[in-house]
C-alpha cells in the first residue's frame, strides 16, 4: 500500500477504537468481553500498520531522494514556517497555537505523540547559520548588525551530515531483523549429496534514549521583533542539544546514551607507525569484508599529522591531500576526543557512515517555566527543551576504530 492509504487505514482503526472506549465510558462501565476481543484486534491492526507506514515512509523518502527530489515536500513547507520563539512565547503566556505551529502540534497529536510541552521538529535543529551569535547580550543597540555578532566557538557536528540513515517518529522500541550467515554454494560429484547450509538471522534493535537542556531567556529577548532572533535562538539549542546527540553518536556509552560508534564498532586496526602503506592496510581490512567507506573521521591534531606527513619519503605528496586519505574524505572534528593515557593517542574511525541507524521518537518538546525562583526574580522565562532518539550500526563490522596514532 502506498503511504497515504496506509495513514487513512489507519485513522479509520484509530476511529474505531475511540468508538469502543467513548461508548463503555459513556455507560460507565469497562469494555465487555466481546468489545475487549475487538479492541484487542483492533490494536494489533494498528501496531501492525504502524509498522507499514514507517516502512512506506522510509521508501518514499529514499525514491525522492534517489530521484534528487525534496522528501515530503508539504511537510519540509510546514515545518520551514515554523518558530521556536513563537513556541515559547506562546506556551509561557498560556495562549492558544496558531498557524504552522498549530497544524504541526495537531498533526503530532493525531499520530498520537505525546508531551507536556510545545512540539516542534527536529529538522530545525539540524539547521546551523553560519557564524552567529549563540547569546542575547546587546541585542537591542540602534544600529543592530546581527551579522557582526561573535559566537561561541563550538565543534561541528558531522554524525549524521556523514550519511547516517533516520528514522523519524518511531513509537515503541524498534527491532530490526538482519541476516547472520547466508548458503554456501557446493560444487557436486555424481551421486554427492548437497550439505545444508541454510541461512541464519539475528537482529538489532533501538530504544528511547533521552537528552535535554534547561537554559534561560530573558522576556525582553521573545519581545523583541527583529527576525535575527529567531536564529539566535534556534542557533543556541542546536549548540545545545545537535552537539550532545551527535558526541553520544561516537561517544556513548549505551546505558544512558545511545552505544557509540567507538564502543558498537568491531573493526579495529592500528596506525601506531603511520606510513601509506598502513593507511593502505586498514581500508584492506573493510575491503575483505565487502565495505566500501565512505568517510574518516578524526580528530584536528591527527589531522594535522596526516598533513605533514609524506606518502613516500623523498617525494611530493602527503597522506591528507584535499580533504581525502586514500581517496577518501576526512571528516574533522572535536567531537571525536584522543585517547586518554599517559601519553594520550590520536583516534580515527573509518567506515561506511550510512551502514548507522539514527532512530528519533516525536519531536522535540519545548517546555517554559515562568515561575522558577531565579529567572522569575529577573523577569526571565526557563525553557526546557528534550528529545529521544538511539543509534545502531546495522553492520558493527562497517566500522573500523583505530586509537593508537602518536601525536
Sequence with gaps: MKLHEVRQKKAAKVAEARTLL??????????????QAAFDVLKTTITDLEGQEQRAQFVEDAERRTAGEPVDK????????????????????NRSLTGALAEYNQEQKRQGVQAK????????FEQRAAQTTTTAAGIVP??????????????????RSLGARVLPNLRGDVTIPRMATTSTAQWLAEGDALTDSGLTFNSIGLKPKHVGAITEL?????????????????????????LAIDKALIHGDGVKEPEGLLTAATGTGTLATLSWATVLTVLQGLALKNITPNAWLTHPKVATILRKTLREAGLPGYLLDNGQLAGVPVSVTNQLAEKAGAP???RMVLGDFSE????????VDVLTNQWAEGPY???????RILTTCDMVPRREDAFTVIDDIAL
Design 22 to 35: 467513548n461508548t463503555a465510558e459513556g455507560e460507565k462501565r469497562s469494555l465487555n468481553a466481546a468489545e
Design 377 to 383: 526574580s529577573r523577569g526571565a522565562i526557563q525553557v
Design 344 to 346: 594520550a593517542t590520536g
Design 142 to 159: 540602534e544600529d543592530f548588525r546581527a551579522d557582526q555578532f561573535v559566537g561561541l566557538l563550538r565543534n561541528s557536528m558531522v554524525v
Design 356 to 363: 548507522m541507524i539514527v532512530g528519533t521518537w516525536g519531536s
Design 117 to 124: 510541552g510545545v512540539l516542534v521538529p527536529h529538522t530545525l
Design 74 to 93: 508539504s511537510r519540509t513547507d510546514l515545518e520551514g514556517r515554523i518558530s521556536i520563539v513563537e513556541a515559547i512565547a506562546a506556551h509561557a503566556e
Design 218 to 242: 530573558s522576556r525582553q529577548l521573545l519581545q523583541q521583533s527583529n527576525p535575527s532572533i529567531e536564529a539566535l535562538v534556534r542557533q543556541d539549542f542546536v549548540d545545545v542539544v545537535s
